[in-house]
């Protein structure tokens, strides 16, 4: 299962989306404008996905009690 975050530019979370979806097929909802979106990698602390249901209480305390840590990714561009 795959999580989503839509954040701001602070690292506030606006949203979680949990999705199990195929590795070339991941559906994701169009953020509010000024947000932006990442997929969360290794363990959310709190949160224990056994199950094919996320439990939605425990993301939204997710949501409420921790932000992302690195709030504006960087990118570089290069030549084709």
Known sequence: ??????????????????????ADRMPMLVPE???FVAEVE???PGWKHETDQPD???LRKIAQTLRVA????RCKLVRK
């Open 1 to 22: 299962m795959k999580v989503r975050v839509h954040y701001d530019s602070f690292g506030a979370i606006h949203g979680l989306i949990a999705l199990d979806a195929p």
């Open 33 to 35: 404008p000024g947000l």
């Open 42 to 44: 290794g363990e959310i």
């Open 56 to 58: 939605l209480e425990a």
């Open 70 to 73: 690195t709030p504006i990714p």
